[in-house]
């Protein structure tokens, strides 16, 4: 019988507890004795080769909980993009990636990957009918995200599974905003899922790291590029993450709950224009979400009637969310994706992808639902007030 995911949470990875301590204990050593066992380099022990004891327990937990074959854990979720997108492209390849993609993906495609000589061309993640007119005989692989930072729109992820298996082109998916308890990414069909782990899989604020996810062959390929690049996490900081990802159950019940709740009151009020949330009815994404999503997160976006001033105030009045960068936190945190997550993109930039200057986006913790509701109340009727 195979476990359920809070029970792989808590156990995968972890037996035979080491020397029968119930906590993985922190092997904090740069080294480990030749034993003669390693056939490459990448099986040398060796901490920057990713394979001291603390990775390969957390990297087997995260990989059970996704239903993938082999894991690989990083030092931040760009580490974990870069290493997927370089393990499959080449110079002179050409790769599509999704219109509306964080900032910080955004950059490297638009700068970096040109440098090696990969072309992107940007698509419509919705638009199914848009992407053979995109395929050239040099496309390679397919980048998108499962639900959109910031705008929170879904991409038809079914047909961009289907259109990879029918062009011989990698599927990759960012599911950091789901989550593999909320999208089943590799079920559905993608090969590679990556993950910025500093937000919902560690769920604590207080590290960086990232995780790619897949078959052995993927993994492996990933692997190798990042022992080049260096993007290896500390043991310390596989520690704290391993103990961080064991509650991701029970928070992200929360998480879900929080941010339908507040969605569908911000929708409701006066001062609020529009919601940008999956799990909202009048959302247009909202049917695809409902059949591939078991929840929508915690995750948000909305803009005002009083556009960047008012979206200014009411973070100003607000006194549970924290005015922070980042996201997927047992916190609440608020921003201005203008201001932090886009703030690499030039202003035409952002208004071609509809991330305007009053653009606001939460992150909405495990608070009382009450307490966040009352909270947003009172700041939205402030401005009515003015």
């Given at each position: 019988?195979?476990?359920?995911?809070?029970?792989?949470?808590i156990?995968?990875?972890?037996?035979?507890?080491?020397?029968?301590?119930?906590?993985?204990?922190?092997?904090?050593?740069?080294?480990?004795?030749?034993?003669?066992?390693?056939?490459?380099?990448?099986?040398?022990?060796?901490?920057?080769?990713?394979?001291?004891?603390?990775?390969?327990?957390l990297?087997?937990?995260?990989?059970?909980?996704?239903?993938?074959?082999?894991?690989?854990?990083?030092?931040?979720?760009?580490?974990?993009?870069?290493?997927?997108?370089?393990?499959c492209?080449?110079?002179?390849?050409?790769?599509?990636?999704?219109?509306?993609?964080?900032?910080?993906?955004?950059?490297?495609?638009?700068?970096?990957?040109?440098?090696?000589?990969?072309?992107?061309?940007?698509?419509?993640?919705?638009?199914?009918?848009?992407?053979?007119?995109?395929?050239?005989?040099?496309?390679?692989?397919?980048?998108?995200?499962?639900?959109?930072?910031?705008?929170?729109?879904?991409?038809?992820?079914?047909?961009?599974?289907?259109?990879?298996?029918?062009?011989?082109?990698?599927?990759?998916?960012?599911?950091?905003?789901?989550?593999?308890?909320?999208?089943?990414?590799?079920?559905?069909?993608?090969?590679?899922?990556?993950?910025?782990?500093?937000?919902?899989?560690?769920?604590?604020?207080?590290?960086?790291?990232?995780?790619?996810?897949?078959?052995?062959?993927?993994?492996?390929?990933?692997?190798?590029?990042?022992?080049?690049?260096?993007?290896?996490?500390?043991?310390?900081?596989?520690?704290?993450?391993?103990?961080?990802?064991?509650?991701?159950?029970?928070?992200?019940?929360?998480?879900?709950?929080?941010?339908?709740?507040?969605?569908?009151?911000?929708?409701?009020?006066?001062?609020?224009?529009?919601?940008?949330?999956?799990g909202?009815?009048?959302?247009?994404?909202?049917e695809?979400?409902?059949?591939?999503?078991?929840?929508?997160?915690?995750?948000?976006?909305f803009?005002?009637a009083?556009?960047?001033?008012?979206?200014?105030?009411?973070?100003?009045?607000?006194?549970?969310?924290?005015?922070?960068?980042?996201?997927?936190?047992?916190?609440?945190l608020?921003?201005?994706?203008?201001?932090?997550?886009?703030?690499?993109?030039?202003?035409?930039?952002?208004?071609?992808?509809?991330?305007?200057?009053?653009?606001?986006?939460?992150?909405?913790?495990?608070?009382?639902?009450?307490?966040?509701?009352?909270?947003?109340?009172?700041?939205?009727?402030?401005?009515?007030?003015?």
């Open positions: 019988m195979m476990p359920h995911s809070n029970t792989l949470l156990h995968a990875g972890e037996d035979p507890r080491v020397d029968g301590a119930v906590s993985m204990p922190i092997f904090q050593s740069a080294m480990y004795l030749d034993d003669g066992a390693a056939l490459t380099h990448d099986d040398i022990r060796y901490i920057r080769l990713n394979n001291t004891p603390n990775h390969r327990a990297a087997a937990k995260l990989a059970a909980v996704s239903g993938a074959e082999a894991a690989l854990v990083t030092a931040s979720g760009m580490a974990a993009i870069s290493a997927a997108l370089f393990s492209l080449r110079a002179g390849d050409e790769v599509l990636v999704q219109a509306d993609t964080y900032g910080g993906t955004h950059g490297l495609v638009s700068t970096e990957l040109p440098q090696f000589g990969i072309d992107v061309t940007r698509v419509d993640g919705r638009e199914a009918r848009s992407w053979e007119a995109a395929l050239t005989p040099r496309t390679r692989a397919f980048y998108v995200e499962s639900l959109s930072n910031p705008l929170m729109q879904v991409a038809d992820l079914e047909s961009v599974v289907a259109f990879c298996q029918a062009h011989e082109l990698v599927s990759i998916v960012d599911n950091t905003f789901l989550t593999p308890l909320n999208f089943r990414a590799l079920a559905l069909g993608f090969e590679i899922e990556v993950h910025s782990a500093t937000k919902y899989l560690n769920g604590h604020s207080d590290l960086v790291a990232g995780v790619v996810l897949g078959s052995e062959a993927r993994v492996k390929a990933a692997t190798s590029i990042l022992n080049h690049l260096g993007g290896a996490l500390d043991p310390h900081a596989c520690f704290l993450f391993q103990r961080g990802v064991k509650t991701l159950g029970v928070r992200m019940r929360a998480h879900n709950e929080n941010g339908l709740r507040v969605a569908q009151f911000l929708a409701d009020h006066p001062a609020v224009a529009r919601v940008n949330y999956p909202l009815p009048q959302h247009p994404d909202f695809r979400a409902s059949r591939l999503f078991s929840g929508f997160s915690g995750m948000l976006s803009e005002l009083g556009g960047v001033d008012a979206s200014c105030a009411l973070i100003e009045r607000l006194q549970l969310p924290l005015h922070a960068p980042s996201l997927g936190g047992v916190e609440s608020i921003t201005r994706p203008a201001t932090t997550s886009h703030s690499e993109l030039s202003p035409p930039e952002r208004l071609a992808l509809g991330v305007t200057d009053g653009l606001v986006r939460v992150s909405l913790g495990i608070e009382d639902a009450d307490d966040l509701v009352d909270d947003f109340a009172q700041a939205l009727d402030s401005l009515l007030e003015r």
